[in-house]
Structure formats: C-alpha cells, structure tokens
T-cell receptor, first 115, second 114 residues
Framework: AQTVTQSQPEMSVQEAETVTLSCTYD???????LFWYKQPPSRQMILVIR??????QNATENRFSVNFQKAAKSFSLKISDSQLGDTAMYFC????????????FGGGTRLMVKP | KAGVTQTPRYLIKTRGQQVTLSCSPI?????VSWYQQTPGQGLQFLFE???????NKGNFPGRFSGRQFSNSRSEMNVSTLELGDSALYLC?????????????FGPGTRLLVL
C-alpha cells in the first residue's frame, strides 16, 4: 500500500513571495503519477499540477512548479509570486499506474496568503 | 465542456436511514471515482467504476455501495447511516481507458447524519 505524508499542516506566506509545500510518499511501485490538488473554501478540488514518475523533468504550470526527487520519494510544490487567491488547502496525491485511477491523498497543508 | 456535477449538494439524514448520491461525469468520461472527506480521516477512496463495472474498492464497510449506468452516471448508496458517515463526498471523473489519468472533481455532496 502507498502512503503520502505532508508534514506541514499549516503555512503562511506574504503576497508576491514564494512558498514551498512538502510531500513525501512511500511506494514499491516504479510506474506512478503524482499530483497536487488545491481545495479553496468552496471545497471544489482543483488540479494544480501532475508529474509522471518516468519523467525526469520537473513539471511546471505558470507560477506552480514541482521538485520531484524520485530516489528520495519527495514531491514538493513551489508557488511563486503568491496571490491571495492561492489561499486554500493543498493536497499531494499518488496514483499507481496499475491500479486504475485511484488516488491516495496526503493529509493536506493549509496555506494562507497574507496581504 | 460542463464539469462534473453532483446532486444533491447538501443532505441531512438521521441515523439508520439510507442515502443515495448521484454523480454525472464530464461528457465522454467513462471512469467515475468516489471519495469521502472528513476532518479526522482526510480524503479516502471509496470505489471506482469504469464501463458499469467496479474496478477498484477502498477499505469501507459493505454499507457503502455504488453503481454506474450505461451513460457513465454513477450513484453511491450508504445504508444504515451512522454519525461517522457525516462527510463531504466527492466524485471525480476521467476518460478511464488507462491508468494514471487525471481526475476531475465535482463540487461534492455534504452529508450530515443526525
């Protein structure tokens, strides 16, 4: 079974600054996918970014980028130029390629962006 | 394309009752997954349906069941409700033909059991 750990229950950052959210996972699989989802107060889960384990290049989406360290089983999310709208819960999630589309989630990090 | 829709959005039930939640996936998506979100247990996978067949199942009691129809719409049912079933139930869809597909979530159904 896979486990996903987010060690920072809460974080805060000033508007326009950069913040990094941590995520580690444990798996014996070699072919898998990692995701970051955002859940604002509306509770709608929104995909932020995804990473295929077989790709060495770190994924980026505008202000969001990841640092994927496969050997260390680490998958951190960096948010640059933080905006007030980034305030949300952020969930790291793991998907095994051979197990359908089942996501295993971490416990989440509550991010507050301060003006 | 319209996103994933879930009905109802809010529901209040009493212990011992049963409840049915509905999920309509994004047009063309054939995989539907269900998750339970609670403050204590976080986000937990319930089950996944693909082409009307349950493809994966999480570690939940048999009181939790689901099904999928030929148009890919899915329902989940919880029988003999317990207080601990109070949660946000999220549905997600994906095209479904292969593993590793991004899941797109609906707005959720908030269930309160009294």
């Amino acid at each position: 079974a896979q486990t996903v750990t987010q060690s920072q229950p809460e974080m805060s950052v000033q508007e326009a600054e950069t913040v990094t959210l941590s995520c580690t996972y444990d798996t014996s699989e070699n072919n898998y996918y990692l995701f970051w989802y955002k859940q604002p107060p509306s509770r709608q889960m929104i995909l932020v970014i995804r990473q295929e384990a077989y790709k060495q290049q770190n994924a980026t989406e505008n202000r969001f980028s990841v640092n994927f360290q496969k050997a260390a089983k680490s998958f951190s999310l960096k948010i640059s130029d933080s905006q007030l709208g980034d305030t949300a819960m952020y969930f790291c999630a793991f998907m095994n390629h051979n197990a359908g589309n089942m996501l295993t989630f971490g416990g989440g990090t509550r991010l507050m962006v301060k003006p | 394309k319209a996103g994933v829709t879930q009905t109802p959005r809010y529901l209040i039930k009493t212990r011992g009752q049963q409840v049915t939640l509905s999920c309509s996936p994004i047009s063309g998506h054939r995989s539907v997954s269900w998750y339970q979100q609670t403050p204590g247990q976080g986000l937990q996978f319930l089950f996944e349906y693909f082409s009307e067949t349950q493809r994966n199942k999480g570690n939940f009691p048999g009181r939790f069941s689901g099904r999928q129809f030929s148009n890919s719409r899915s329902e989940m049912n919880v029988s003999t409700l317990e207080l601990g079933d109070s949660a946000l139930y999220l549905c997600a869809s994906s095209p479904g033909s292969a593993g590793g597909e991004t899941q797109y979530f609906g707005p959720g159904t908030r269930l309160l059991v009294l």
